[in-house]
């Protein structure tokens, strides 16, 4: 079973702080997906990484796939209270199954 | 349009009791799932369908029984359900199309289930 373990587990910062978030695996996947949870309310999908080395921005968010498409990476840069919520890394545990698994998961809280 | 809609946001149940939870997609999705998350942990699979076949069932117990009446459709049914089944159901599509964008999930609202 592929397992996608993200680091830190728990984050809490000040406004305006910079910070990464870090989801890894002993396995390559064919694409990533980064969604963001608040309580109560199904993930949204932030972006899909499928190139390795790829680089994709979204406002104030860089994501990252590691170049063997092991692992990706979150960057926040200066983060606002409403960046506040649960961050979660997905993937297709082996292409063409549909078996769509979620990382361990990040909980951020960003302190005004 | 991403819209996946869940019925009902939230219900509670008795141990005994039979309810159904509804989910519907426009996109013209092929794949839809259905996902159990508990408090402060991550969404965990339970049942995956595939042109409106059943292609993977996470060794999830009999008293949840998915249905997929069309491609639109998704339901999960609950009978005699145990208060450790309190949780947040989710459904998610995705287009199942060739190429690595055909496994981007979208995400209904959830139904906050509490069993008691």
């Given at each position: 079973?592929?397992?996608l373990?993200?680091?830190?587990?728990?984050?809490?910062?000040?406004?305006?702080?910079?910070?990464?978030?870090?989801c890894?695996?002993?396995s390559?996947?064919?694409?990533?997906?980064?969604?963001?949870?608040?309580?109560?309310?199904?993930?949204?999908?932030?972006?899909?990484?499928?190139?390795?080395?790829?680089?994709?921005?979204?406002?104030?968010?860089?994501?990252?796939?590691?170049?063997?498409?092991?692992?990706?990476?979150?960057?926040?840069?200066?983060?606002?209270?409403?960046?506040?919520?649960?961050?979660?890394?997905?993937?297709?545990?082996?292409?063409?199954?549909?078996?769509?698994?979620f990382?361990?998961?990040?909980?951020?809280?960003?302190?005004? | 349009?991403?819209?996946?809609t869940?019925?009902?946001?939230?219900?509670?149940?008795?141990m005994?009791?039979?309810?159904?939870?509804?989910?519907?997609?426009?996109?013209?999705?092929?794949?839809?799932?259905?996902?159990?998350?508990?408090?402060?942990?991550?969404p965990?699979?339970?049942?995956?369908?595939?042109?409106?076949?059943?292609?993977?069932?996470?060794s999830?117990?009999?008293?949840?029984?998915p249905e997929?009446?069309?491609?639109?459709?998704?339901?999960?049914?609950?009978?005699?359900?145990?208060?450790?089944?309190s949780?947040?159901?989710?459904?998610?599509?995705?287009?199942?199309?060739?190429?690595?964008?055909?496994?981007?999930?979208?995400?209904?609202?959830?139904?906050?289930?509490?069993?008691?």
């Amino acid at each position: 079973t592929q397992l996608l373990e993200q680091s830190p587990q728990f984050l809490s910062i000040q406004e305006g702080e910079n910070l990464t978030v870090y989801c890894n695996s002993s396995s390559v996947f064919s694409s990533l997906q980064w969604y963001r949870q608040e309580p109560g309310e199904g993930p949204v999908l932030l972006v899909t990484v499928v190139t390795g080395g790829e680089v994709k921005k979204l406002k104030r968010l860089t994501f990252q796939f590691g170049d063997a498409r092991k692992d990706s990476s979150l960057h926040i840069t200066a983060a606002q209270p409403g960046d506040t919520g649960l961050y979660l890394c997905a993937g297709e545990e082996a292409s063409g199954t549909y078996k769509y698994i979620f990382g361990t998961g990040t909980r951020l809280k960003v302190l005004a | 349009d991403t819209e996946v809609t869940q019925t009902p946001k939230h219900l509670v149940m008795g141990m005994t009791n039979k309810k159904s939870l509804k989910c519907e997609q426009h996109m013209g999705h092929r794949a839809m799932y259905w996902y159990k998350q508990k408090a402060k942990k991550p969404p965990e699979l339970m049942f995956v369908y595939s042109y409106e076949k059943l292609s993977i069932n996470e060794s999830v117990p009999s008293r949840f029984s998915p249905e997929c009446p069309n491609s639109s459709l998704l339901n999960l049914h609950l009978h005699a359900l145990q208060p450790e089944d309190s949780a947040l159901y989710l459904c998610a599509s995705s287009p199942e199309g060739p190429g690595p964008r055909g496994t981007e999930a979208f995400f209904g609202q959830g139904t906050r289930l509490t069993v008691v």
